[in-house]
């Protein structure tokens, strides 16, 4: 037992920096921590998932040096909770864009397409910074969605266009970008809103952390980042 | 029926086993505890009779239900040829059976996408000739708990053929009986305890189904949001709501489980 507390309080950074990344970061994220490495020789762990499960398990105590969420809204309660060491900056801007499988089998070409009763529709959960960002998207576009998934991180709904399993989502256009098997459909400027990605260093994360961060905002990252298809601020 | 009748002697147990199914207990225990502590009593009845909640658990009651009524008609054959019947491979057949319990959820989920997805290999010609689909529909939030749940079954069936006494078979057989018939009456009764048991624990594990479910099925409030998916999705919303729905959940389990107590193990 004594044994097993030991361990549990152990995971503290015994040298690596531990970052908790919105899961739309994840190819970014991961040639950004290889990059970092080979930079600094420090080791990085990566832990992606939903901005709003990773908001929780720092919520809870997880034992994370940084934060790179895919919208302010799941920053704010870090920062109101004094679980940051520095104040979020924005290093990334990302948009929404209309994604269907490679080929568009089901011949969708717009934003309608979400509304329509005969496709297969799938949108990120309510909540979940992406499924947020569509239904303010569909909301300027005047269109009354009718998901037949609400899946819970952007990365299943990709995942799910890529297999064919449905018409048409509404994901990141950098996801667009990074994956051969689904397309983009044309979304209206108008419609479209600018996705702001902010980093903080977690209470905790100390010098190492500080380190990671700096080295995201600097020309490699910088080089990475825009190549995924981010916008730079 | 099968009742072991010898007496039970109470035992005291030395002090190293009992301290150690202590640390067991408090470590199935002490989750409990915490989750009753988070719950919002005061909002309890409101938050279990939202919509979003009472579509859950509807869905959950009647997936879990057909799960294990479906892991029934399927997984007694399964566990009988494999109990009874001697053919080439049957280990690889039993491994087969099984990997949906060892193998992660999720894995299983985008297996099942490949070959009853839109795309997958019997998907396809089915969606193509009917235009009925699995995914994002209610069968499919079967079909993924029926896939996690069935191997409950055939494992608890099984071990409840090897123990049981191959005589009243053979004499029912050497009375004329056809073998249908000796199945039927005689077998089938002999296992109801087994039947029971793999009943319950197939049913329980998928009214817990989670990883399967979302995978394959998707998640949609009324169609296939099944309780531990709208719990999953709570908890980065309404930590309240998630918490009255885990409880939910729990208690339900808890009162099937301790119900059947008798049933389940042959009770010494």
């Not at chain 1, 790179?68 to 920062?79: C, F, R």
Request: proline share 6%.
């Amino acid at each position: 037992m004594a044994g097993l507390l030991v361990v549990g309080c152990g995971s503290s950074p015994d040298g690596d920096v531990v970052v908790f990344a919105a899961a739309s970061l994840t190819d970014a994220f991961t040639e950004i921590g290889a990059r970092f490495e080979e930079a600094t020789g420090m080791e990085v762990e990566m832990s992606f998932a939903g901005s709003s499960a990773l908001r929780e398990q720092i919520l809870e105590g997880a034992p994370a040096g940084v934060f790179a969420s895919a919208n302010t809204e799941n920053m704010v309660p870090i920062v109101d909770g004094g679980f940051t060491q520095t104040a979020p900056v924005v290093f990334a801007v990302n948009a929404m864009a209309i994604a269907v499988p490679a080929g568009n089998p089901a011949s969708v070409t717009g934003v309608d397409a979400f509304g329509a009763e005969r496709l297969l529709v799938g949108l990120c959960a309510p909540g979940v910074p992406c499924g947020t960002a569509a239904r303010t998207v569909l909301a300027n576009a005047g269109v009354t969605p009718l998901p037949d998934t609400n899946e819970p991180n952007v990365r299943s709904l990709v995942t799910k266009l890529e297999v064919g399993e449905i018409d048409v989502g509404m994901v990141y256009r950098t996801d667009v970008q990074n994956s051969e098997e689904i397309e983009e459909v044309a979304l209206d400027v108008d419609f479209n809103v600018a996705v702001v990605f902010p980093v903080a260093v977690l209470a905790g994360g100390g010098s190492r952390a500080e380190a990671f961060v700096e080295f995201l905002q600097g020309e490699a990252a910088r080089e990475v980042l825009a190549r995924h298809g981010f916008v730079l601020p | 029926m099968s009742r072991t009748t010898s007496r039970r002697i109470s035992a005291r147990p030395p002090a190293l086993v009992l301290a150690l199914a202590l640390v067991g207990l408090s470590l199935v225990v002490l989750p409990l505890v915490g989750l009753v502590t988070q719950t919002p009593w005061r909002d309890l009845g409101s938050l279990l009779t939202s919509p979003p909640v009472m579509d859950a658990l509807r869905l959950s009651l009647v997936a879990s239900g057909a799960a294990a009524l479906l892991s029934l008609l399927f997984g007694v054959p399964l566990a009988w040829m494999l109990a009874r019947v001697d053919f080439r491979g049957k280990a690889l057949v039993r491994g087969l059976v099984i990997l949906p319990m060892v193998v992660p959820p999720v894995v299983g989920g985008a297996a099942l996408l490949f070959a009853f997805g839109r795309r997958g290999i019997i998907g396809e010609p089915l969606y193509d000739a009917t235009g009925f689909l699995f995914p994002f529909s209610m069968w499919g939030v079967i079909l993924a708990t029926t896939y996690i749940a069935m191997p409950f079954m055939v494992l608890t069936v099984e071990g409840g053929l090897r123990n049981l006494d191959q005589r009243y078979e053979s004499a029912a057989t050497t009375l004329g009986a056809k073998r249908w018939t000796v199945f039927r009456r005689i077998t089938l009764p002999l296992i109801g305890p087994s039947l029971i048991a793999g009943l319950v624990l197939a049913w329980a594990r998928a009214l817990g189904e989670f990883g399967a479910t979302i995978t394959f099925a998707g998640n949609l409030q009324g169609r296939t949001q099944t309780m531990p998916l709208a719990v999953f999705l709570a908890l980065e919303q309404d930590r309240g709501a998630a918490v009255a729905m885990s409880l939910l959940l729990v208690v339900v389990s808890l009162v099937v489980l301790v119900a059947l107590r008798h049933r389940w193990w042959p009770v010494r």
